[in-house]
């Protein structure tokens, strides 16, 4: 018989009685939480059974690492925090990662461990997976709480949910004594004790002295320009950012995750005039972006002369102003606030639209991209990135509702600036840190929360990070193709032993690696293929049955560049090029 969260019928009679287990899951439940990303084990694995029992989806994964990644995503995608549930001490400290990580890339997700006896613990006295988690964890996110009673649950749940979404997002973490759980309350009470969380992220609204601020420093711009970022993309207030670019005719710049915001083939979308934008314009909107190492701090050739910018930050956090560049005019504030009050402004008071710069960044685009083209279609033995991700981005532009999860290096960094996004949040990738892993846990999370056809283009080496969760995607019949991009290692596979030794070399993986049978060992669909019409009829196949694939997609060992394009960022030795012939092939 279903218990039911608040009772229990016993002997006939209605002893009406709730306990911690029950009192958490309706907690979560009433402030809209539908979903727990989760691996099982003592304390919490009754935990994950009640709440499927109580209809709550509980996606169970084969690490922590990569259930946090998922509630991390899942916080991104629907501004409501992702949950994780581990174990203690090893459990939890495999999510760490991913709560660091939503920390830094200002996401909404709460980390929920189970920990050991707190008085055995505080004594050290050498409890099952004895660790001080609370302390542990608090470097790593917003906010760390600990649940000791039952009757406190309604308060935890709903401070948790405030932090997580409230300001600029993080990570939350929410110790759970086991004993806590197991904690017995009268039900009445106990429905009495939870806490609806109202207004949980509240408007931020700029003031009229800010916003009269920054229409002084647009009027003066000859070549403006407005960088749209992730925080953008989170806000969700899609139409009002539409409206503001177009209303301004500024060209704008998508970083990686906010791409599709605005669609990449919008007429003001500059993203192929990149370099030369951010070198010559003259007024800058950050708009939910940091001026961060992914732009260069704002500094140095890639921004041109020094003090030739003006920046307009609008950000939700107002520590984020001047972090690495003086603002002009900081508007902080929510996106949708903020461009609906510089919209409302210019309907009093017009900006020009800049025609010949935007017609410049025009040009330049189109160059550019015509350059490209013909290289996307290349027919190259082995086959090149360039022509797989050319059969990727006509399966995007043919299916724009399909969702890209990204990971690499070249992998990465080639899909993001080939591959067109269509619509908003619809590139999920390795966010602040460049952390390799997250693919498949995104993967999921996009699937699991959007309902919608995933496509997670990943590198070799970081698919190996997540890879065991194809098995996830296989069980819960998830629809999501992985297309491994092979090329035998990371960033290229030719590497040597510069020792001249046996062992392979240090960024070398085993040749012709059958990563497709991964997938066929679950049930799934798996892969091999080799030119760009293999792929694209695998690729066609998967997305049009929903299947879980793999694809594992032989990409030639030598096409990759060292680290990527951020090879400039490795330490340089003095001494490698005497030391090493090989060192020049990498170093330059
Ligand atoms: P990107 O990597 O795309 O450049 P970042 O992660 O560096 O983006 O920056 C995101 C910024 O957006 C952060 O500074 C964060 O404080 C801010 N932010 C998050 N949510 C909102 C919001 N709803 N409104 C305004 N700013 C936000
Ligand atoms: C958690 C360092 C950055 S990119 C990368 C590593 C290991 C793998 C690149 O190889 P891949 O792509 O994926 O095969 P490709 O196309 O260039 O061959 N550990 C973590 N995060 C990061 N970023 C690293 C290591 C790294
Ligand atoms: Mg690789």
């Known amino acids: 018989m279903a218990t039911g969260a608040t009772g229990v019928a016993e002997a006939g009679a209605a002893l009406e009685i709730t306990d911690g287990f029950h009192l958490l899951i309706d907690a979560l439940k009433l402030n809209g939480i539908g979903t727990i990303y989760n691996v099982p084990g003592i304390p919490i694995t009754d935990l994950g059974r009640y709440a499927q029992a109580q209809g709550m989806r509980v996606i169970s994964f084969r690490h922590e690492q990569n259930a946090g990644f998922a509630a991390s995503v899942a916080g991104f995608l629907t501004k409501t925090p992702g949950i994780c549930m581990t174990v203690s001490a090893p459990g939890f400290m495999n999510g760490l990662t991913a709560l660091a990580n939503a920390t830094t890339n200002c996401w909404p997700m709460i980390l929920i461990s189970g920990s050991s006896e707190r008085e055995i613990v505080d004594l050290a006295q050498g409890d099952y997976e004895e660790m001080d988690q609370l302390a542990m964890a608090r470097p790593f996110c917003k906010a760390a709480y600990r649940l000791n009673h039952a009757e406190d649950i309604g308060i935890a749940v709903a401070r948790a949910i405030r932090s997580a979404v409230s300001g600029r997002p993080g990570g939350v973490y929410l110790d759970i004594p086991g004993a806590m759980l197991g904690q017995t309350m009268e039900a009445e009470a106990g429905r009495r004790s939870l806490v609806k969380v109202i207004d949980p992220a509240p408007k931020m609204r700029p003031s009229p002295e800010a916003i009269a601020r920054a229409m002084g420093v647009l009027k003066e711009a000859k070549r403006p320009l407005i960088v749209i970022g992730k925080g953008a993309a989170y806000d969700q207030s899609d139409d009002l950012i539409r409206q503001l670019v177009e209303k301004t005719g500024y060209p704008f710049l998508p970083m990686s995750m906010a791409k599709g915001v605005l669609p990449d083939t919008h007429p003001q979308c500059g993203a192929a005039a990149r370099s030369m934008i951010l070198q010559e314009s003259d007024v800058v909107i950050m708009m939910g972006a940091r001026i961060n190492w992914l ?78 083209s013909s290289r996307l279609q290349n027919n190259n033995h082995p086959m090149d990135y360039h022509a797989a991700l050319g059969v990727l981005k006509q399966a995007i532009n043919d299916r724009p509702d399909t969702i890209l999860v990204n990971e690499g290096a070249n992998t990465l960094d080639l899909a993001r600036s080939i591959v067109n996004i269509h619509k908003p949040r619809h590139r999920i990738d390795v966010g602040t840190w460049g952390v390799m892993g997250i693919g498949m846990g995104a993967a999921i999370a996009a699937a699991v929360e959007t309902g919608k056809q995933v496509l997670a283009v990943e590198g070799d080496s970081a698919f190996g990070f997540c890879g065991m969760e194809v098995e996830t995607i296989c069980r819960y019949k998830l629809p999501v193709c992985v297309v491994v991009f092979n090329n035998d290692g990371i960033y290229r596979g030719d590497g040597e032993n510069w020792g001249g030794g046996d062992d392979p070399a240090t960024t070398a993986f085993v040749k012709n690696a059958r990563y497709d049978m991964m997938m066929e060992a679950f049930g799934g669909v798996g892969a091999w293929v080799k030119t760009p019409d293999e792929l694209r009829q695998a690729v066609e196949a998967a997305l049009a049955s929903g299947k879980p694939t793999l694809i594992n997609a032989a990409i030639d060992p030598a096409a990759g560049k060292e680290s990527g394009n951020i090879g400039n960022l490795n330490p340089s030795s003095v001494v490698a090029q005497a030391l090493y012939p090989q060192a020049k092939k990498t170093q330059g």
Do not use: T, Y
Not at 310 to 327: G, H, P, W
Not at 349 to 360: G, S, T, Y
């Open 295 to 372: 732009l260069s701090h704002g500094k140095g050739k890639q921004w041109g002369e020094p003090g030739s910018k003006k920046f307009v930050q609008i950000d939700i956090d107002a520590e984020e102003m001047d972090s690495n560049v003086e603002i002009a005019a900081p508007l902080v504030g929510d996106v949708g606030s903020c461009a609906a009050a510089l919209i409302e402004a210019m309907d009093a008071d017009p900006v020009a639209p800049p025609k010949d710069w935007l017609d410049r960044v025009h040009a330049k685009a189109e160059a550019n991209m015509q350059k490209m």
